[in-house]
């Protein structure tokens, strides 16, 4: 079924069946989709003052300093590796390394190291958010990728910092943040299943076989942000409940003059979803929010061209705090105290979302 189709079914099947309630009714969360979860909407001044936590600063100065050649094996690779290490171990945060070796065309045996961090180990859930942090190998080219994907990983190490406050508040909340900065995303040769992603493909495999992946309600995946043009779609139907929380925050946060912009980066138009870090864990039926911009980065995606000077950090500021908003939402509502079943019409949303995607169907399992 064309993508396209199924966002209309699955829109007018949520508002027929909910009675034209909030789409907050519709926000599943965890594997299979068999969990709900509603937080409490931000009030207006919540939100203004939210919007005054920013440090643009830092955001400029994090970004010159992972927008380098990071081909895995380089100094610089390893350099960005370290500097995003120290910068969350500096804010309280408990960081892993998932380290494994691979085979790669050109380069051989290479190292890979997937980061994961997160700031509460007593969470039971996790809103995990991700970026990849290597850069593409081209012969002979100096590419340094800044919109892929070095202002991701510097959008979500300026949210560690500008939030240090509220998210060490949250420490003992039973719903906890989780980052992932995956390496060897980026194809040495020729793209394909194997050649790719193997970052997150091991990390995937690896919290699957742990029973990690249950304890993920939602994993939001940032790429090629940064453009000053870019443009946001809803690439999954099973999470476009999400996406237009989004698309509302924006909307507020513009209604009361807290964005300076006089455009819409987050726009309810779906678009086919393309391959990136979220496929394996899809493939585990862990929902997925797919946030990789479009139009004007894929210029200069993947050409020297994608350097530090082409980011325009005035429209990246702007989508840091939608995304900031979002995040503190997420976390500010106490959790439900044990999951619950889908009522029979979000089942049955959750089961056309996995149909459109290939997945299996979702069994009706009682979470804990």
């Known amino acids: 079924m064309p993508v396209a189709k199924t966002y209309v079914i699955s829109i007018c099947l949520a508002l027929l069946l909910t009675g034209a309630?909030?789409?907050?009714?519709?926000?599943?969360?965890?594997?299979?989709?068999?969990?709900?979860?509603?937080?409490?909407?931000?009030?207006?001044?919540?939100?203004?003052?939210?919007?005054?936590?920013?440090?643009?600063?830092?955001?400029?100065?994090?970004?010159?300093r992972l927008a380098v050649r990071r081909v895995v094996g380089t100094p610089g690779h390893a350099a960005v590796r370290d500097f995003i290490i120290d910068s969350l171990r500096a804010l309280g945060w408990h960081v892993n390394l998932d380290i494994f070796n691979g085979q790669v065309p050109i380069l051989g045996s290479v190292t890979f190291h997937n980061i994961v961090a997160k700031l509460s180990c007593k969470a039971r859930r996790y809103l995990m958010l991700g970026c990849h942090y290597d850069s593409k190998y081209l012969a002979r080219s100096e590419y340094v990728g800044a919109t892929d994907a070095a202002v991701s990983c510097a959008l979500m190490l300026n949210m560690a910092r500008v939030l240090q406050k509220q998210l060490r508040a949250l420490r003992q909340a039973q719903i906890g943040l989780l980052f992932v900065f995956f390496d060897g995303t980026e194809a040495i040769g020729s793209w394909s299943d194997e050649e790719s992603l193997y970052g997150s493909r091991h990390l995937a495999d690896l919290m699957y076989e742990r029973g990690l992946l249950d304890g993920i309600d939602l994993f939001v995946l940032l790429d090629r942000v940064g453009a000053k043009d870019m443009s946001f779609f809803s690439h999954i139907p099973r999470t476009v409940g999400w996406f237009q929380r989004l698309v509302q925050l924006e909307q507020k946060l513009s209604k009361a003059?807290?964005?300076?912009?006089?455009?819409?980066?987050?726009?309810?138009?779906?678009?086919?979803?393309?391959?990136?870090?979220?496929?394996?864990?899809?493939?585990?039926?862990?929902?997925?929010?797919?946030?990789?911009?479009?139009?004007?980065?894929?210029?200069?995606?993947?050409?020297?061209?994608?350097?530090?000077?082409?980011?325009?950090?005035?429209?990246?500021?702007?989508?840091?705090?939608?995304?900031?908003?979002?995040?503190?939402?997420?976390?500010?509502?106490?959790?439900?105290?044990?999951?619950?079943?889908?009522?029979?019409?979000?089942?049955?949303?959750?089961?056309?979302?996995?149909?459109?995607l290939s997945l299996p169907l979702p069994l009706p399992l009682r979470l804990s």
């Open 21 to 64: 309630h909030s789409f907050k009714e519709v926000l599943i969360v965890g594997r299979n989709g068999t969990m709900r979860y509603e937080p409490a909407l931000l009030t207006l001044e919540q939100m203004r003052t939210f919007a005054e936590l920013s440090d643009p600063e830092h955001l400029r100065q994090t970004v010159h």
């Open 257 to 356: 003059g807290l964005l300076k912009a006089q455009r819409s980066y987050f726009q309810f138009i779906a678009r086919d979803d393309p391959r990136d870090d979220h496929v394996p864990f899809l493939r585990r039926q862990v929902p997925v929010l797919h946030l990789t911009a479009e139009e004007s980065s894929t210029q200069v995606w993947h050409k020297v061209t994608d350097v530090e000077g082409r980011v325009d950090y005035g429209s990246t500021e702007q989508v840091a705090l939608i995304v900031r908003l979002f995040v503190l939402e997420y976390l500010l509502s106490a959790p439900s105290s044990s999951g619950q079943l889908l009522p029979p019409c979000l089942a049955l949303l959750s089961t056309l979302a996995a149909l459109s």
